[in-house]
């Protein structure tokens, strides 16, 4: 069973930034697919970005693209999301999540272990 801790996320103006870090218990993380998703209350889980075992593919929602920017270390078992012009409506609980998936990523029944959750609070 894999766990991942996350790190980060807080309270920030709509405009700021945000960082996120999540970083996984097993020494073979390279071989998964990982993943960050949000949900705020009363909504579904929903997709934000995924990136490849190498690095060399990343996916986002079309609500982050050109904000947002998933980046993996794999020699530190970590996944990182870097939130820039922050929305109010980026209000949510952040999860990471590992995939055995070979798939693009982009749904939650695509992962099988999530993080423990980080709230992500951005006020007007």
């Known amino acids: 069973q894999v766990q991942l801790t996350e790190t980060g996320g807080g309270l920030v103006q709509a405009g700021g930034s945000l960082s996120l870090s999540c970083a996984a218990s097993e020494r073979t993380f390279s071989s998964y697919l990982m993943g960050w998703f949000r949900q705020a209350p009363g909504k579904e889980r929903e997709f934000v970005a995924a990136?490849?075992?190498?690095?060399?593919?990343?996916n986002y929602a079309d609500s982050v693209k050109g904000r947002f920017a998933i980046t993996r270390d794999n020699a530190r078992n970590t996944v990182y999301l870097q939130m820039n012009s922050l929305k109010p409506e980026d209000t949510a609980v952040y999860y990471c999540a590992v995939s055995h998936s070979y798939g693009f990523g982009l749904t939650v029944q695509e992962y099988e272990y999530w993080g423990q959750g980080s709230q992500v609070t951005v006020s007007s």
């Open positions: 990136i490849s075992r190498s690095g060399g593919r990343i």
